[in-house]
């Protein structure tokens, strides 16, 4: 396959990837349309295809808006696929890519956007069609952006695991890359010791000439253990980059940022472990002692685990064998709850040594 259809086969997933997670935009179809078009709230709407150059360009400035106006209670922000909802764009007159028309509330006859492609723009137009006032919001990116004053400070940070791109503002490419690049960069937000950055390569010649990048996008990985920088060769969508950062960081996230059933695990105490379900409650404090020999030679963030592990095995000598599993219940309702990413990170973790406390047993 030649190198442009590669990179076109990656935009199509990467759109594809974007219309299927959950954002501001509501995601419409011949069930839902005219239940959310035409009703109490004006509605703009984007006819899009998702092999369309145009729409994956527009992807980015689109959620700006939809972020916009995702409390205005007068104005709904859509998005049809037209590639699976065919019948729904012909019955609207769509016949380019992407179309975006305004609905009146109240009205299914539309208004067709003639207007620059921006958010900047779009936020303007909406505000003048639903007679809202509504800013532009500032969508916070997790991205770190290099400069020449901090590249050094934050890529050669031995305590850090960084991953760069090298890009160039005017490379199609790295449009395309942009938002896929921003939801890897979310999903490790809260990981201290994982950099996702980028640094406009076309602006800082200097540090292109220097890591060797002679096209755009060029994505690197600098280590902790080598700051010379590695090329990133792998795949280009989420799912590719969030295995590579799990098996190069030795975290486990999913694509949504949440841990995984990994996340905590420490193979080493997970025999001992083992060991110490299988036995009475008295030779448990032998293991427990073992245990501990173990945690004391653990570095880096399994000391932590380590130590979890020993807290739950002196609870389970304490109050029973049934206590790992109703504390498993006890952390899934805090789950379930509304809490902090750093606490569900907590509680994950210790959820899931607590359960080697009972799948061993």
Not at 247 to 262: F, I, M, W, Y
Request: with cysteine.
């Amino acid at each position: 396959m030649a190198k442009s259809q590669i990179w076109f086969a990656l935009g199509t997933l990467a759109l594809l990837f974007l219309s299927a997670v959950a954002d501001e935009t509501v995601v419409l179809t011949e069930e839902n349309f005219e239940k959310e078009v035409g009703q109490d709230r004006g509605a703009l709407v984007e006819f899009y295809a998702p092999w369309c150059g145009h729409c994956k360009k527009l992807v980015p400035e689109y959620e700006k808006v939809a972020t916009s106006f995702k409390k205005s209670k007068s104005v709904l922000i859509g998005k049809v696929d037209c590639d699976d909802q065919k019948n729904l764009c012909s019955k609207n007159g769509v016949s380019g890519y992407p179309t975006i028309k305004w609905f009146p509330s109240k009205s299914l006859e539309p208004k067709k956007y003639e207007g620059a492609r921006t958010a900047e723009a779009l936020v303007d137009f909406v505000n003048t069609e639903g007679g809202t006032n509504v800013k532009l919001a500032t969508v916070p990116s997790s991205v770190v952006v290099l400069t020449a004053e901090n590249f050094d400070e934050v890529v050669l940070d031995e305590s850090k695991d960084v991953l760069v791109e090298f890009y160039a503002p005017w490379c199609g490419h790295c449009k395309n890359l942009a938002p896929i690049y921003e939801k890897v960069a979310s999903v490790f937000k809260n990981d201290e010791d994982v950099v996702i950055a980028n640094l406009d390569a076309d602006k800082y010649k200097d540090f292109a000439e220097k890591y060797g990048v002679s096209g755009y996008p060029t994505i690197k990985f600098f280590s902790k253990v080598n700051k010379a920088g590695e090329d990133y060769d792998g795949g280009r969508d989420l799912e590719d980059f969030v295995n590579f950062i799990n098996e190069q960081s030795g975290v486990n996230r999913d694509a949504k940022g949440q841990l995984t059933s990994k996340a905590g695990i420490v193979d080493d105490l997970d025999v001992l472990v083992k060991e110490f379900v299988s036995v009475s409650n008295d030779d448990k404090k032998a293991i427990v002692s073992k245990l501990e020999e173990a945690v004391e030679k653990l570095e880096g963030a399994a000391v932590k685990s380590g130590k979890i592990y020993l807290r739950v095995a002196k609870k389970c000598i304490n109050e029973g064998s049934e206590y790992a599993k109703k504390e498993i219940e006890r952390l899934e309702r805090i789950l379930d709850k509304s809490i902090s990413p750093s606490k569900a990170d907590e509680f994950i973790i210790k959820k899931n040594i607590l359960s080697t406390f009972t799948e061993s047993a």
